[in-house]
């Protein structure tokens, strides 16, 4: 009797509970929820909240997936998700009112624009011609087009009936068609803008779009859901186990057995059913090998014509704040500039805003997408720290009076070679309007001869108008948990 009160104490006490045995399982539970992002955390917390017994399987050696919230500085930094995009019928941010939590508007757009040594740029005209292209995004034509196409052929008819004169200036319209193609590409997570389609479902939420958690850190909404937030002490029917990669998924058509769990560790579970919340980066790479028997060709056609993108950050840390007033910065490329750039060096060129963090107080934020943020993650660190800082002082230098310091500090993203992620979040790419129906065939549950749900699917890849975001996923992981608590009440 001593020994299980201090066990349930020391349960207490950690609060993510570590059950299951190498090489067989401890307990049988009623779903075993793989992956432990937004999608996951929310399925499971909400299942457990109703008294299922749920199992969460991570990969990772903590919670939050693709939301990766760590100390630096005098605060936080975001390496994942930073933002909660929208605030009516948000999930995440109604959970920040709920609990009485603060969260802040930042400013995002860049405000000062500078060019390469010294060169003016005509910032005015930069703003008006990015805020027209924003609005066009979100316009559909007739016919699906590559978005980058549909945006430049808007721009150019309101430059000729507002700006006659600038489409002359072939370098103006050049910086330009650059920088509002890394813009877009930094939303989707692109190489080129003509990777996405016109014919996006996806729907934003209304209010504003860049929320912040800022010194809070958006690990903050996981410790909600979970219960641990100011120590509190979890959920008594969730079990948590971290750095369990899940390698074999194993189901019946038969009612009467259960899917079977297996990981790389040789530990398996059983569970009535399974949520599976990996990335389509993940599930790109594993499907063939993970689910046995394998998944039918409805699923695998929307794995294979769906597209993950990559967005990665550089941050740089500085003894104190150096630059100008203002929270984002646009660097003006020209294409003469460009070419001059060693063959090593080209991703600079795709590197052209920085932005302030609200999580700290002396950081810039470098944003790179795509191919550019994949090879960075390759680069050894002191070769970016001083490419990113050269880039600093050829752009910003010449425009200040101030020395360009030396950071004290560099964190940098690696969504891409993370191999429990393969990227930040998906897109609608230029095959949606051939396969409008991917998002919803890949949610759709596997289910047995009775019927009965045994294979679900969450995450922002499976919401068909909200991907790519955190609430997107969250809303999934509800969905799921939802369809089984209805099924089985």
């Keep these: 009797m001593a020994f299980r009160l201090i066990v349930g104490l020391l349960y207490l006490i950690i609060g993510y509970t570590q059950t299951a045995s190498i090489g067989g399982s401890s307990k049988d539970y009623d779903t075993i929820v793989i992956g432990l992002g937004s999608a996951g955390t929310t399925a499971a917390s909400t299942l457990a909240r109703a008294g299922r017994r749920v199992l969460a399987l991570e990969a990772q050696d903590r919670v939050g997936g693709r939301v990766h919230t760590v100390p630096f500085g005098d605060g936080i930094m975001e390496l994942g998700a930073e933002w909660i995009h929208g605030t009516k019928s948000s999930r995440v941010y109604e959970l920040a009112l709920q609990n009485n939590f603060t969260v802040l508007p930042q400013d995002f757009e860049p405000k000062l624009y500078y060019g390469f040594k010294g060169k003016e740029v005509d910032g005015v005209l930069f703003m008006e011609l990015i805020n027209y292209a924003l609005k066009v995004q979100g316009e559909t034509p007739s016919e699906p087009l590559p978005l980058g196409q549909f945006i430049t052929d808007r721009v150019f008819d309101y430059l000729k009936e507002k700006h006659p004169s600038v489409l002359m200036d072939k370098e103006f319209l050049n910086q330009y068609l650059h920088f509002i193609d890394t813009m877009v590409d930094s939303n989707e997570g692109t190489t080129c803008w003509n990777e996405t389609t016109t014919a996006s479902e996806y729907e934003e939420l209304e209010g504003n779009q ?74 790109k790479e594993r499907h063939e090998t993970l689910f046995l028997p394998h998944l039918n060709e409805e699923k695998t056609t929307a794995i294979d014509k769906m597209s993950i993108g990559v967005v990665g950050k550089i941050v740089l840390l500085y003894s104190e704040k150096w630059w100008p007033q203002s929270n984002a910065f646009g660097f003006i490329w020209t294409l003469e500039e460009e070419q001059k750039l060693p063959d090593e060096d080209k991703w600079l060129y795709n590197v052209t805003n920085a932005s302030e963090t609200m999580g700290n107080t002396n950081s810039l934020v470098f944003w790179s997408c795509g191919n550019t943020a994949k090879l960075i993650e390759t680069l050894p660190d002191d070769l970016v720290k001083r490419k990113v800082t050269e880039l600093l002082r050829k752009f910003i230098g010449p425009h200040i009076n101030t020395t360009i310091p030396e950071p004290v500090a560099m964190l940098r993203t690696y969504w891409h070679t993370n191999p429990y992620t393969r990227g930040t979040y998906t897109y609608d790419n230029l095959l949606t309007p051939q396969y409008p129906t991917a998002r919803s065939d890949l949610a759709e549950p596997i289910t047995d001869s009775s019927g009965n749900p045994r294979i679900l699917f969450a995450g922002e890849a499976t919401n068909s108008i909200h991907f790519g975001t955190v609430h997107g996923a969250s809303e999934t992981g509800f969905r799921e948990a939802t369809r089984l608590l209805q099924k089985s009440s």
């Design 210 to 283: 860049y929320m912040s958690w800022h010194r809070l850190g958006y690990k903050t909404f996981f410790d909600v859901l979970l219960n641990k937030h100011n120590n509190g002490s979890g959920l008594p029917t969730l079990d948590i186990e971290l750095k369990k990669e899940v390698t074999k998924i194993t189901w019946s058509q038969d009612p009467t057995k259960k899917v079977e769990v297996r990981c790389k560790d040789g530990s398996t579970y059983t569970a009535d059913n399974v949520i599976i919340t990996v990335s389509l980066g993940v599930l």
